[in-house]
């Protein structure tokens, strides 16, 4: 077993500590210690850099909290009788939806904005594990501060006095809690809402040069030399960049200079997010990732203010992609991330898409309640790359987080003439099955004709699967000789897989693009076994001619 680096035991030791600490909170005198003076007004309210959805505000306009595609009524909540799960919880309790409210735009969305406020401080006066997570009370102060003008124009004093009072308690708790935190892109959002505190609350500058320099550590430990955040995920990327962008512009506002660190962080993550771009604008599936919202992504990239051209390989996060005429290949070639507990088993995996038409994917993440979904989606089978008797290539463990020890990745990109072959292999079977699993993937200067390799060497004969999901948008039809299948794609056109050393089929499978619905699609799959440890399949994609 390798041994844990100074920063992993400081990390286990950080979370033996939180869960002492939280013996305390629950305590019947804790929220005594949170006793103090009540601001009387904000130094500052932080610029909100991003729109909200007019169509959602409108629902919680009217009480209907609708998350995770889950919904509960503000009477539910209020009677404290709702089978909300913990994350549903968390996204009420962060009130990132104050955003939606604020975009309807009408005084009767900031009355009941404020009213949905103090019916939650009435409510949450003692400390809870969900509502006082560090991650979600520090999501919900940054809202707060942020809206706190929106909520409060028009209001009775007593309201000034309660929602000032609350952030002021909340402060105090965050301020002990969130050091507890595991790096990551919780310990940003802790960060992000203890500066917002120390340049809005009176008297709290004096909490700001410790933040700074948790800032600069920050920026160079989660953001990595190629610009990828370390939990290699999509959708953390597109997080991490808000969070940045949003501590920049605070410091902006308040004529603070922003530390260099954070500046060259922003500046290395926006074409590290312009990667994960497929043609479609969307978000490439990979560990925990959904498509997103292009015109969100746009906004993001804006307000980086960084002109730089998307990375097409990326070293230390470990993802490449192929760029050729209108075809996009985006491959994953890096171990599962410790960091976080969203990374999926998809080593080697790939994604392909033809203009704005995506063609093989990944299955997507369930953001849902049930758990055999989450895992399920996370698994090697969920994925576009080959499994070994159906097992995952790094365990999944009961806590949600993926045990990675002893993966190893290797990677080799080679370009001659605007052709690019991508070699990949890694070992993640090697202790379950003796096995490495290879992977070599070719694409022309035109981008009409892909081939690939899967290679198994090792010990053992050993039943494989070799799968490529297709988007749902895909129409699949087998050819009789077992070799090849047809695709045809929403503009007509049409592609040709064939393959050796394999049997293909077509099987059912399913696709999260937006993490809540289930579409039904179909995967190619390509069955064999190896002998003695070795098996070779050889695949291509070509794109047929006049269609």
Not at 172 to 179: D, E, F, K, T
Not at 526 to 532: T, Y
Request: glycine content about 8%; charged content about 20%.
């Amino acid at each position: 077993m390798p041994r844990l680096d100074q920063r992993g035991i400081g990390e286990i030791l950080r979370a033996a500590i939180y869960l002492i600490a939280r013996l305390w909170f629950r305590g019947v005198f804790y929220g005594r210690t949170l006793r103090g003076r009540r601001p009387h007004s904000l130094n500052l309210i932080p610029e909100d850099n991003w729109p909200g959805s007019p169509d959602r505000g409108l629902e919680l306009v009217i009480g209907q909290f609708r998350f995770l595609n889950h919904s509960i009524t503000a009477e539910e909540l209020a009677s404290g009788k709702t089978d909300a799960g913990p994350a549903w919880q968390s996204e009420y309790h962060s009130f990132d939806w104050l955003r939606d409210i604020r975009a309807v735009g009408t005084e009767n969305a900031r009355i009941q904005a404020r009213m949905h406020l103090t019916d939650w401080v009435s409510a949450n006066q003692k400390w809870h594990p969900v509502s006082w997570r560090p991650d979600v009370m520090a999501r919900r102060l940054s809202n707060w501060l942020t809206y706190a003008e929106f909520v409060s124009v028009g209001a009775e004093e007593d309201f000034a006095e309660l929602f000032l009072g609350s952030v002021a308690r909340q402060a105090r708790h965050l301020r002990r809690s969130g050091r507890f935190v595991p790096n990551g892109l919780d310990r940003m959002l802790v960060t992000k809402a203890l500066i917002y505190l120390s340049l809005c609350l009176p008297n709290s500058i004096r909490f700001l040069p410790r933040q700074l320099k948790i800032v600069t550590r920050m920026s160079r430990q989660q953001i990595l030399a190629d610009g990828g955040h370390i939990e290699r995920s999509p959708v953390s990327q597109i997080q991490a960049m808000r969070n940045m962008i949003d501590i920049r512009s605070v410091l902006n506002a308040s004529l603070i200079e922003v530390p260099e660190a954070l500046q060259q962080a922003i500046e290395r993550a926006t074409p590290m997010l312009q990667l994960f771009r497929h043609g479609d604008g969307g978000l490439a599936l990979f560990n925990g990732s959904t498509e997103g919202e292009p015109w969100l992504i746009d906004v993001i990239l804006s307000k980086s203010e960084v002109s730089k051209t998307a990375l097409a390989s990326a070293p230390n996060t470990c993802f490449e992609r192929v760029a050729a005429n209108r075809t996009l290949l985006i491959a994953d070639s890096g171990a599962p991330s410790i960091t976080g507990a969203g990374a999926h088993a998809g080593a080697l995996s790939f994604e392909m898409s033809v203009g704005k038409q995506r063609v093989i994917v990944n299955c997507g993440a369930y953001t849902g309640r049930d758990k055999t979904w989450q895992i399920a989606q996370r698994a090697t089978a969920a994925h576009s790359t080959l499994v070994v008797e159906d097992r995952n290539s790094a365990e999944i463990l009961g806590d949600g987080r993926i045990d990675a020890r002893g993966i190893s990745v290797k990677t080799e990109r080679l370009e001659d003439g605007g052709n690019t072959w991508i070699n990949m292999s890694h070992n993640g079977y090697t202790s379950s099955f003796g096995i490495v699993h290879h992977r070599r993937i070719y694409i022309d200067a035109s981008g009409f004709d892909i081939r690939g390799e899967d290679t198994l060497d090792g010990l053992g004969d050993h039943k494989f699967a070799i799968r490529f999901h297709l988007h749902p948008t895909i129409k699949a039809s087998l050819v009789k000789d077992g070799a090849s299948v047809l695709l045809r794609l929403p503009d007509k056109s049409g592609w040709r897989m064939h393959c050796s050393g394999g049997i293909a089929n077509l099987q059912e499978s399913i696709y999260l693009g937006d993490g809540q619905d289930t579409k039904r699609t179909e995967q190619i799959v390509i069955s064999g076994a190896s002998k003695q440890g070795a098996a070779q399949v050889k695949w291509a994609l070509s794109k047929l001619t006049g269609k």
